[in-house]
Nanobody
Framework: QVQLMESGGGSVQAGGSLKLSCSAS????????ISWFRQAPGKEREGIAA????????DYTDSAKGRFTIAQDSAKNTVYLQILSLKPEDTAMYYC?????????????????WGQGTLVTVSS
C-alpha cells in the first residue's frame, strides 16, 4: 500500500513562494501518477496539477498555469509543487493524491490514495 506525506506548507506573506513536497512510500511502482489538489475553508477540493511518473508528463488546470509548477524526483519518490507569487486566496490545505492509471484534476474520486495535507496560509 502506498502512503503519501505532504510537507512544506507554512505561513507566508503575499508575493512570496513555497515549495511543497509529496513523499511516497510503499509499493510506489503500482501507481502511475500523482496530483496536487487544494481545499480552502468552505470550498470544494480543487485540482492543481498532475505528473505521470514514467514519462514526467505534466498536466495543469487553466487556473494553475503560470504560478504553479509540478516536478518529480523519482530517486526520492517525491513530487514537488512550486508556488510563486502567493496570494491570500491561495490559503488552503494542499493535498497530494496518487492514481494507478489516471490522475484527473477534476474528479478527486479518480485518485486511489491521499496524503493528510499540508496547510498554506498567505497573509496580505
Amino acid at each position: 500500500q502506498v502512503q503519501l506525506m505532504e510537507s512544506g506548507g507554512g505561513s507566508v506573506q503575499a508575493g512570496g513562494s513555497l515549495k511543497l513536497s509529496c513523499s511516497a512510500s510503499g509499493w510506489t511502482s503500482s501507481f502511475n501518477c500523482i496530483s496536487w489538489f487544494r481545499q480552502a475553508p468552505g470550498k470544494e477540493r480543487e485540482g492543481i496539477a498532475a505528473i505521470y511518473s514514467p514519462t514526467g508528463t505534466t498536466d495543469y488546470t487553466d487556473s494553475a498555469k503560470g504560478r504553479f509548477t509540478i516536478a518529480q524526483d523519482s530517486a526520492k519518490n517525491t513530487v514537488y509543487l512550486q508556488i510563486l507569487s502567493l496570494k491570500p486566496e491561495d490559503t488552503a490545505m494542499y493535498y497530494c493524491g496518487a492514481g494507478r492509471y489516471f490522475c484527473s484534476l477534476y474528479d478527486r474520486d479518480a485518485l486511489d490514495v491521499w496524503g493528510q495535507g499540508t496547510l498554506v496560509t498567505v497573509s496580505s
